[in-house]
């Protein structure tokens, strides 16, 4: 289909869903569910309306785009202060729960596929690893739930993409470097270089910015309009500078939002207004191109063996490394069940996928590995999404502030 009327089709989804968007949540319908549908009937899969392919130009600006903009603000939306008065459970999931997930999952994917190299399973580890709290929603905003525990899922999803890139990156230049070999230090030299560069240059220009807009905002120097572009600015800003500097953007990106949102309260709401409007819109379409791209591309390779490992990744792959986390915090079982399950795996997924098609340029000997981060995708889309709603209710009948 020709490029306008691909924009036309996008368009006219938006603003379909966004008519109708609150009715459809009744029925506990959720904006990934239809963006992702949408672009399953567009695509090869079903009515071939939409071909694109998934190193194609657009889907690489808009990846990009996406993840730049979600790693700034899942950054700047982290209050330290008042993490510090409850870090518990945050913490445990991140640093305890995240890195047994990661192993188990790993260990689990060499048993299911005995085939694959063991540096591509544990690759698929790291794209299953970040959470997506926004195909559950209303277990992060609905006040059913214990404040302590919204907060809790909404700082893990917001931090563990951060936390899991550095080390995504550092597997994929070793799968890069030499074919493969550990041994070879060019690796190691690039990572560094990568993760030191890209977070000294981000947490230097938040810092800047921050001090900036502060003294801006004193002297009522900005117009209002501009305080929602300014951190956007500052997030690209950020991510091409250390491009540039051979640093990764993406990291920069993640501490220029940590040091702008701790620096400066004020334009931490601006991006949080922000992620509620535009960047919301820019999700959406990403489902979308998931569906369009992820499904054609690796439908073909689909079996039951990765049916399988897509189910236990979404349950105990997760719901055990979450328990073990949690020992000792006298939460009942009920809310370590709860934790558990609402950890849907989404846009992080999708989009370090993307950004890993974009430097091997093919899903060639990766097919294994992209099937399942698509079928697991899938899944949680729809299963993460029609259970928010209901279990939101039957948790928080019981379980109150």
Do not use: C
């Not at 260990?107 to 794209?127: C, D, G, K, N, R």
């Not at 917001?158 to 550092?170: A, H």
């Not at 810092?207 to 900036?212: F, G, S, V």
């Amino acid at each position: 289909m020709h490029g306008n009327m691909a924009i036309i089709i996008i368009t006219l989804v938006v603003l379909g869903y966004g008519y109708y968007s609150k009715y459809l949540l009744h029925f506990n319908i959720s904006g990934p569910m239809v963006f992702t549908s949408i672009g399953i009937l567009l695509s090869p899969v079903g009515f071939s309306l939409v071909d694109i392919n998934l190193n194609t130009e657009m889907v690489t600006i808009t990846a990009e785009i996406a993840l730049i903009i979600i790693l700034f603000s899942d950054a700047s939306s982290l209050n330290l202060e008042k993490l510090k008065a409850a870090w518990g459970i945050p913490f445990r999931l991140l640093f305890i729960g995240l890195p047994i997930t990661v192993i188990f999952a790993s260990v689990v994917a060499e048993v299911i596929f005995p085939q694959e190299s063991t540096i591509y399973l544990v690759l698929l580890a790291l794209l299953l690893a970040p959470t997506d709290a926004a195909l559950g929603k209303a277990v992060v905003s609905d006040k059913q739930i214990p404040q302590k525990i919204r907060a809790s899922i909404n700082v893990e999803s917001g931090l563990n993409d951060g936390i899991v890139l550095p080390v995504l990156l550092g597997v994929v230049a070793i799968i890069t470097s030499s074919n493969g070999d550990v041994q070879d230090p060019k690796w190691m030299i690039y990572i560094s270089q990568q993760v030191v560069f890209g977070a000294v240059i981000g947490a230097m220009i938040g810092y800047i910015n921050a001090i900036l807009a502060t003294k801006a905002i004193y002297k009522n120097f900005i117009e209002f309009s501009y305080k929602n572009l300014i951190p956007i600015a500052i997030a690209i800003f950020a991510y091409y500078t250390a491009e540039y500097f051979g640093g990764n953007g993406f990291i920069s990106a993640f501490f220029s939002g940590l040091f702008l949102g701790n620096f400066n309260k004020g334009l931490r709401e601006n991006v949080e207004n922000f992620v509620e409007s535009e960047s919301e819109l820019l999700i959406l379409i990403s489902f979308m191109v998931f569906g369009l791209t992820f499904i054609p591309a690796t439908i073909e390779f689909w079996d039951y063996k990765i049916l399988l490992y897509s189910l236990l990744s979404l349950t105990i792959l997760r719901m055990i490394p979450v328990a073990i986390s949690l020992i000792g915090t006298k939460l009942d079982f009920a809310t370590v069940l709860f934790i558990g399950w609402f950890g849907p795996r989404g846009i992080a997924s999708i989009l370090y996928v993307l950004m890993i098609v974009n430097q091997v340029s093919s899903i060639k000997t990766y097919e294994t590995i992209y099937a399942v981060v698509t079928v697991t995708v899938l899944l949680s889309v729809f299963l993460h999404g029609i259970s928010a709603g209901p279990l939101v209710n039957l948790y928080g009948k019981n379980h109150k502030d």
